[in-house]
């Protein structure tokens, strides 16, 4: 039966257990320190990525705007298509307009809010007045990083709120907000489902979810694009 021999430097060969020690030890330190900067290009791929995904400053007026108005796109469809307000027959062709009118439901589109007492935040991304049932639906979608989505959602309940009261003084209907809110890449609420459901029409968040990522992936390569 053959015997595996250890290679050794020749001052570990001598029976110097001090030598053998540092030998060992060395060994075991370039291990540790090739995990260490393993763990460090982790980190950096994962914050350089987060950054792209929803916190470029520079990407923040065109890219990202683009990826939200595709989401808005698809809630804007469901919503015409369950109110009765004419579409086209597929969602990729719809196309946001200001305002839609059906009956007594009208759906507003990045519009203005204009109240007696000055508000800030009036400008929800879709509106739906329905005069006969006398509701008002405030529906503001946002694509933030991942680990920011029950924040996010918190902060758009709390930002439209005074435009709710305000609305519902003025027109005498009772106002809801219903924040819509996807992670970068695809990160959800608990409560998204449950906020749908206020929405009228039929809303996949499968769909949503494919809706933002795509817009997401579409940001990174054209960026790495550029960058080669």
């Known amino acids: 039966m053959g015997y595996e021999t250890i290679s050794l430097p020749v001052a570990c060969r001598r029976n110097d257990s001090n030598s053998v020690l540092l030998y060992y030890l060395s060994d075991r330190c370039s291990e540790v320190c090739l995990s260490i900067i393993i763990i460090i290009i982790i980190i950096i791929i994962i914050k350089t990525t987060g950054h792209l995904n929803s916190g470029c400053p520079i990407l923040e007026n065109y890219e ?10 698809h809630l804007h469809y469901s919503i015409c298509k ?10 990729y062709t719809h196309m946001l307009k200001p305002v839609c009118e059906e009956g007594d439901v009208t759906v507003l589109w990045n519009q203005a809010v204009h109240t007696d007492r000055e508000v800030t935040a009036n400008r929800p991304d879709i509106i739906i007045k329905n005069e006969k049932e006398k509701t008002c639906t405030l529906i503001d979608v946002a694509i933030p990083a991942d680990r920011d989505v029950v924040q996010k959602e918190a902060e758009k309940k709390l930002k439209y709120n005074s435009l709710c009261i305000e609305m519902q003084r003025m027109w005498n209907l009772k106002c809801t907000v219903v924040p819509v809110i996807i992670g970068a890449t695809g990160m959800v609420t608990r409560s998204l489902r449950k906020n749908l459901e206020a929405v009228p029409g039929k809303h996949s968040i499968d769909s949503l979810q494919k809706t933002a ?5 579409h940001t990174i390569r054209k960026v790495l694009q550029c960058e080669a």
Not at 82 to 91: K, N, P, S, V
Not at 213 to 217: K, M, N, W, Y
């Open 213 to 217: 990522i795509l817009g997401t992936a």
């Open 64 to 73: 990202y705007l683009m990826r939200l108005d595709k989401v808005c796109t």
């Open 82 to 91: 369950a109110l009765g307000i004419e579409t086209t027959d597929r969602r």
